[in-house]
């Protein structure tokens, strides 16, 4: 088990384990039929990979940033574990705030996880009726704000480069790929839905004006 303050990369065999488990959960939320959708699950994929890459195999991220800034870098040991969190290192390595920020990131990313499977159970045991019990009273489109929870607590918990320029491109996605499921749903079942996006949001369960994705 490695410490905080010990050097934790280059360990590769859980770097493939991490994205095999959280490949396999977005497959099997996502259900790929079209371009589009295996589009969406690539980026997240990419995004998957470049994040638990720099996690815990090779720190594109800090070797980039330490050969820039160099001495006036704001802590002195970049590489050990608790330095590549970017957030700790800008509080000058604050052990404090590592202790803060980590359980926080998990409770957004295991709750992101706890969201999508709740979803995707509601929409399964319907089988092609209209779900508006449950989490759907409060969202439209749970699995995407389960998404989007795991995508801000990864960057909470270890923020990258490149990362952090592939989150509001998947952010764009799934909108997308929201609007064009709706499209189809409004179709399919008319005024029920209609009525229904009337009352309920798109993906944050705060009503507060007209919602955008109407």
């Known amino acids: 088990m490695h410490g905080i303050n ?3 990369y280059g360990l590769w065999l859980i770097v493939l384990i991490n994205i095999v488990i959280f490949g396999l959960f977005a497959y099997s939320a996502f259900k790929p039929t079209t371009k589009r959708d295996w589009r969406t699950l690539g980026a997240f994929f990419a995004f998957i990979v470049a994040l638990f890459s720099e996690m815990f195999g090779y720190p594109l991220t800090i070797y980039i940033l330490t050969s820039i800034f160099g001495k006036r870098y704001p802590v002195l040991d970049p590489l050990s574990h608790a ?3 970017l957030w700790v290192t800008l509080a000058g390595g604050s052990k404090v705030l590592y ?3 980590h359980p926080l990131s998990n409770i957004l990313i295991f709750g992101g996880l706890i969201i999508i499977t709740i979803g995707w159970k509601g929409i399964h045991s319907a089988q092609g009726e209209l779900v508006t019990t449950g989490i759907y009273r409060f969202v439209r489109h749970p699995q995407y704000s389960g998404f989007v929870l795991m995508i801000v607590g990864f960057l909470i918990q270890w923020p990258t ?4 320029l592939m989150a509001p491109i ?8 929201a609007k064009k499921e709706e ?3 409004r179709a399919f079942f008319g005024e029920r839905y209609e009525e229904y996006s009337k009352r309920v949001p798109a993906f944050i369960p705060i009503r507060r004006g007209k919602d955008k994705m109407r």
């Open 6 to 8: 010990q050097y934790g």
């Open 83 to 85: 330095n590549g969190h």
């Open 99 to 101: 202790y803060i920020l």
């Open 161 to 164: 480069i490149v990362t952090m």
């Open 170 to 177: 998947l952010l764009i996605m799934y909108t997308k790929l």
């Open 183 to 185: 499209k189809n749903v």
